[in-house]
């Protein structure tokens, strides 16, 4: 009996100690992932690579050069005017443009209009999630006349992701990314035009820029901007 007691004492010691490990392993293995989900939320310029944000950075370049072609196409081809340019799809709303002509010839993302579909921004340029936004409210210091222009916009683009963007398009200062204290306000664009001041208005390294990446101190993140149609 003596025996059998002792030996019963000595396998509830071993289940308790395999519990015991168990348990240290569960608590180990749920650290290291909020660590992992950690540095994912708060060090994403530290994740992304050189080679990712030039990558990166490429593929912003060729969906501005695509919307752009888009965009004269529908004004060359299809005789559209600026006013009746519209960005409206089936992702992001705000976008009706009730000047734009019925038959959607006018309409970027339409198979009748400028042929595309609508595509995020790649995740991996942003610091939060966020979409493009087209507008007509401000005035793109440098180039075109003294009125509205058309741009599209990506705000909290990562600063690997804009210093590359800028080196790509030949803004003087790569190391730097061009601050801005203007306070913008990124309108949809439905059709209308204003002269508001632009993410470039009082920086000098972007002037004579149709395209670049700025920080906005008044906002604190950064926003690229591309003009797609310069008035």
Not at 66 to 85: H, M
Not at 139 to 164: F, N
Request: hydrophobic letters at 40%.
């Amino acid at each position: 009996m003596k025996n059998q007691e002792y030996l019963s004492q000595i396998s509830r010691e071993r289940e308790q100690g395999n519990v015991l490990i168990i348990v240290l392993i569960t608590i180990a293995l749920m650290a290291a992932l909020s660590f992992s989900v950690l540095r994912s939320n708060q060090g994403g310029d530290k994740l992304l690579t050189a080679g990712e944000a030039k990558i990166t950075a490429s593929n912003i370049l060729k969906a501005t050069k695509s919307i752009e072609n888009a965009v004269k196409s529908l004004q060359f081809t299809n005789g559209c005017s600026g006013d009746d340019v519209s960005f409206e799809n089936n992702l992001v709303a705000g976008y009706t443009n009730a000047g734009a002509p019925a038959d959607n010839s006018c309409h970027v993302f339409e198979q009748n209009g400028g042929g595309l579909n609508y595509s995020a921004p790649p995740e991996k340029s942003l610091n939060v999630s966020e979409d493009w936004i087209f507008s007509g409210a401000h005035l793109i210091e440098g180039i075109g006349s003294a009125v509205g222009d058309l741009t599209m916009y990506l705000r909290e683009v990562k600063d690997p992701v804009c210093l590359e963007l800028n080196r790509m398009l030949g803004i003087t200062t790569p190391t730097t990314i061009p601050a801005d204290a203007t306070a913008v306000t990124l309108t949809k664009f439905t059709g209308t035009f204003a002269n508001d001041a632009a993410p470039n208005d009082d920086e000098v390294r972007t002037q004579n820029k149709k395209t670049a990446c700025v920080n906005l101190t008044a906002s604190g993140h950064n926003v690229f901007y591309h003009t797609l149609i310069m008035r």
